[in-house]
């Protein structure tokens, strides 16, 4: 049986703070129905799943002195699709894009974020490389 976190947008959470909560899956409060089954589908067949929303709140710069790479919409989209397993081509045919593009958006990711790997993209969200990211508070299910 899995753990699924629901994170506060205001909760202060911080990707440090993510691999502590040994999560199985993490989801934004005021999140539908229709994802929290999606969620939990994934985490009871094995899998990790994040809410892209989570990673929009957690990639945009808060008030950080230095300037702090932005992921757009679409970035963070892709991200969260990859760090949850989905193959590039699946990707292209949930957004309605090509591969190539969903290729690009990922070239884009690794740059900003300083990543290598889709590997290195889902420990980011979830394990130990999450240095990338930053406060959490958690409220469980």
Request: with cysteine.
């Amino acid at each position: 049986m899995g753990i699924i976190y629901i994170l506060q947008p205001n909760g202060g959470f911080d990707f440090n703070e993510i691999p502590k909560l040994d999560a199985d899956g993490l989801l934004m409060d005021g999140i539908s129905h229709s994802y929290l089954v999606e969620c939990a589908n994934a985490v009871a067949g094995g899998r990790k799943w994040v809410d892209d929303h989570i990673l929009q709140h957690l990639l945009t710069p808060r008030s950080l002195p230095q300037r702090a790479p932005k992921l757009t919409g679409r970035e963070t989209e892709v991200a969260g699709l990859v760090s949850r397993g989905l193959r590039n081509k699946i990707i292209a045919q949930r957004l309605h894009v090509s591969e190539g593009t969903v290729k690009m958006h990922l070239h884009h990711v690794y740059e900003k974020l300083r990543l290598g790997s889709r590997a290195e993209l889902a420990w980011a969200t979830f394990g130990e490389a999450s240095d990338h990211l930053g406060p959490s508070h958690k409220s469980g299910l």
